[in-house]
C-alpha cells in the first residue's frame, strides 16, 4: 500500500474534529494552545517569532481546510 492510499481524506478530518465531540474537543484545545495573536517584537526577533507564529498556525490551517474540504467550502485565495 503505498503512501497516499493511507492518508485521511477530508471526510476523515470532519468525523473526527467535527463529529466526534472528543475529536471537537481536542481541536479546540488545539486551538487554545497553538494559534496565538502574530508576534509584535521587532528586527530579528520579529523574523523568528513570525517563524514559529507560521508554524503552529500552519498545522490548524490545515486541518481547517480539510473540514471545509469536506463540508464543500470553497477556499479563498491563497489557500
Known sequence: MSAPDIRPGPKEYLELFETDRRGARILEDLILRFYRS??????????LNTHEFM?????????A???N?????QPTEGE
Open 38 to 47: 502574530p508576534p509584535t517584537a521587532t528586527g530579528i526577533d520579529r523574523i
Open 55 to 63: 508554524g503552529r498556525r500552519e498545522v490548524l490551517d490545515f486541518i
Open 65 to 67: 481546510n480539510q473540514i
Open 69 to 73: 474540504r469536506a463540508n464543500n467550502v
